[in-house]
């Protein structure tokens, strides 16, 4: 499952993190979008919070935006004390068109 506005991922276990502060963005569930030829058309930025959408192609078109973060795929949280190299590893593993 994605979540966005604010999207988790992590890595090497179940690594230990709090919970996302009160007044943190409301979250929503969207299906990733990947093509086999234009892949996700997303541009990401690693963030303590997960991923940062820094850019979204029209192609090939997901129900995300500049300014969202991805704070989960597949169920597995990509925010906390996360570095970028688990972020990207656990985020890759689970990287699929109609991963939610």
């Known amino acids: 499952r994605l979540e966005s506005d604010a999207w988790s991922l992590s890595g090497k276990g179940t690594p230990e993190v709090a ?3 009160k007044d943190a963005h409301t979250t929503h569930v969207v299906e990733l979008v990947v093509d086999q030829e234009l892949g996700a058309g ?5 963030d303590s919070f997960g991923f ?11 129900s ?9 795929i597949a169920g597995v949280p990509l925010w906390g004390d996360l ?9 890759g593993a689970h990287f ?3 991963a939610v």
Do not use: H, M, R
């Not at 997303?42 to 690693?46: F, T």
């Not at 940062?52 to 997901?62: M, S, T």
């Open 64 to 72: 995300l935006a500049v300014g969202d973060v991805i704070t989960e």
């Open 96 to 98: 699929a068109d109609g």
């Open 42 to 46: 997303l541009d990401l930025q690693a």
């Open 52 to 62: 940062l959408v820094v850019g979204v192609d029209d192609a090939p078109g997901q």
């Open 83 to 91: 570095d970028e190299d688990t972020l990207n590893d656990t985020f």
């Open 19 to 21: 919970s996302p502060p």
